[in-house]
């Protein structure tokens, strides 16, 4: 089945600076990417996603950028603030028909420091 | 706020005792999942529904799990004898669609069970 791998675990990064977070997936064939952001005690909600059809997606100071055939996946967080203090987590879903389940990353705990 | 609702938000039991869980989700989403979420991981799929239909469960699913959507509507997870083990955040989520193409996930706030 799937396996998706997130790096780093933390990540502290200075106000304005960028924040970059990689995932890997071992299935090929997989076809949809999210990322969510989870704030402590709240819910997960999904930030931006991207199918496998495209390689980079933007959406104001968040982009994901996808290599299918290296098989990872990045969320590029630019002029960070602190709001974008959260656990970051990418996920991956398999292409079959049926299959509605994400296999999620461990999760990365970003840090921005004022 | 028309999200998706979990009750209850914390539930303490005792090591063998029965719990069950509730999930609302969005009114116009006919699909919906269980997930479980452990201290410092991601999200654990469990289940998934469509309308009424139990479509898809997860070898973590054991037999002392349960879940149910009987009208296609709201959810129920029910645990049997419950162990240590299951302490955990289960998060309910929702979607729409229908097909292949997985639709963004609305996620609950979810039930935090801990099992002493």
């Known amino acids: 089945g799937e396996n998706v791998e997130q790096h780093p675990s933390t990540l502290s990064v200075q106000e304005g600076d960028s924040a970059v977070i990689k995932c890997t997936y071992s299935d090929s064939a997989s076809n949809y990417f999210p990322w969510y952001k989870q704030e402590l005690g709240k819910r997960p909600q999904l930030i931006i996603d991207?199918?496998?059809?495209?390689g980079e997606k933007k959406d104001q100071r968040i982009a994901v950028t996808l290599n299918k055939t290296a098989k990872h996946f990045s969320l590029h967080i630019t002029e960070t603030q602190p709001e974008d203090s959260a656990v970051y987590f990418c996920a991956a879903k398999g292409p079959s028909q049926g299959a509605q389940k994400l296999v999620f990353g461990q999760g990365t705990r970003l840090t921005i420091n004022p | 706020d028309t999200g998706v609702s979990q009750d209850p938000r914390h539930k303490i039991t005792k090591r063998g005792q029965n719990v069950t869980f509730r999930c609302d989700p969005i009114s116009e989403h006919n699909r919906l999942y269980w997930y479980r979420q452990t201290l410092g991981q991601g999200p654990e799929f469990l289940t998934y529904f469509q309308n009424e239909a139990q479509l898809e469960k997860s070898r973590l699913l054991s037999d002392r799990f349960s879940a149910e959507r009987p009208k296609g509507s709201f959810s129920t997870l029910e645990i049997q004898r419950t162990e240590q083990g299951d302490s955990a955040m289960y998060l309910c989520?929702?979607?729409?669609?229908?097909?292949?193409?997985?639709?963004?996930?609305?996620f609950g706030n979810g039930t935090r069970l801990t099992v002493t």
């Open positions: 989520a929702s979607s729409p669609g229908t097909g292949g193409l997985l639709p963004p996930l609305h």
């Open positions: 991207i199918r496998s059809n495209v």
